[in-house]
């Protein structure tokens, strides 16, 4: 089964505080995906990745970087968190499809509270 | 860009019955809807998809249904039991080479009333 683990599920952090929320998967995917998850709003792209050091904006990555130095590992960085960075994060992966259909294997999420 | 709408935000309905979740789609190059269950405390898992040179694809009680005219495509549970209860987000991708990037629809909260 593929597997995609994220490093916390739940975190609560200051306002102005750096924070880091780590993804790993076990099934050797070209591609990941950070996603952000409000009521109403569903799941929008924050930034995905189709290769190591590779790297491209989704729909809302102001105030968002990334970094993926190893293949299985996709992290997502808030250089100051905010109050309305407060959301559920879910990290995403899937095969490089190359244009056919290919699934994306989410985990479950890290609920992040910035006071 | 590609925007996805999704129908109803809620639902509830009796155990045994019928559900469906609507969405519409703006970008007509679109051709690959995928389905996902999210349960509690849990990420979203794909459930079903089309594509768009199909009409309707079944799978057990679910099935999908996709109008390219129109723009709209729905998912139906057919006989639904209290493991239906999740939400459902819908979303739509061009199957371009190079483009991974899937567009999601805001979800639906479906609760299975037994």
């Known amino acids: 089964d593929v597997k995609v683990t994220q490093s916390s599920r739940y975190l609560v952090k200051r306002t102005g505080e750096k924070v880091f929320l780590e993804c790993v998967q076990d099934m050797d995917h070209e591609n990941m995906f950070w996603y952000r998850q409000d009521p109403g709003l569903g799941l929008r792209l924050i930034y995905f990745?189709?290769?190591?050091?590779?790297?491209e904006k989704g729909d809302i990555p102001e105030g968002y970087s990334v970094s993926r130095e190893k293949k299985e590992r996709f992290s997502l960085i808030l250089e100051s968190a905010s109050t309305n960075q407060t959301s559920m994060y879910l990290c995403?992966?899937?095969?490089?499809?190359?244009?056919?259909?290919?699934?994306?294997?989410f985990g479950p999420g890290t609920r992040l509270t910035v006071l | 860009g590609e925007n996805v709408e999704q129908h109803p935000s809620t639902l509830s309905v009796q155990e045994g019955d019928s559900a469906v979740i609507k969405c519409t789609y703006s970008?007509?190059?679109?051709?690959?809807f995928p389905w996902y269950k999210q349960e509690l405390g849990k990420g979203p898992q794909l459930i079903i998809d089309?594509?768009?040179?199909?009409g309707e694809k079944k799978d057990q009680r679910i099935a999908v249904t996709l109008n390219k005219t129109a723009k709209h495509f729905s998912l139906h549970i057919t006989e639904t039991q209290p493991e239906d209860s999740a939400v459902y987000f819908c979303a739509a991708r061009r199957l371009d080479f190079g483009n991974e990037k899937l567009t999601f629809g805001t979800g639906t909260r479906l609760t299975i009333i037994p």
């Open positions: 970008d007509s190059a679109s051709n690959y």
């Open positions: 089309i594509r768009s040179n199909v």
């Open positions: 995403a992966s899937s095969f490089s499809a190359q244009g056919w259909d290919n699934e994306q294997f």
């Open positions: 990745s189709y290769d190591v050091k590779m790297k």
